[in-house]
């Protein structure tokens, strides 16, 4: 992963990894879908990860500690 400038306050970023707390997977939504919902209908889904049995999910990311803003590509 090649190093980036946050795009919100143009400081360094560091590499690292965005990850799950337990198995599961990360998805995106225009908002938080209910735990009865299917999140697969929720307006702008989109997955970001699969699942992972056995182990954390994960995805390459930066962070810049100076904004508090998290960047990933899916």
Do not use: H, W
């Not at 306050?9 to 998805?27: H, P, Q, T, V, W």
Request: proline share 3%; with cysteine; glycine share 10%.
């Amino acid at each position: 992963m090649m190093m980036m400038m946050c795009p919100k306050c143009g400081k360094e970023m560091r590499n690292g990894y965005l990850f799950s707390s337990k198995d599961g997977a990360f998805s995106f939504a225009n908002e938080v879908p209910s735990a009865l919902e299917n999140a697969k209908n929720t307006e702008g889904f989109v997955k970001l990860t699969g699942l992972k049995v056995g182990g954390r999910t994960s995805v390459e990311a930066c962070c810049c500690d100076a904004c508090r803003t998290i960047m990933i590509q899916y």
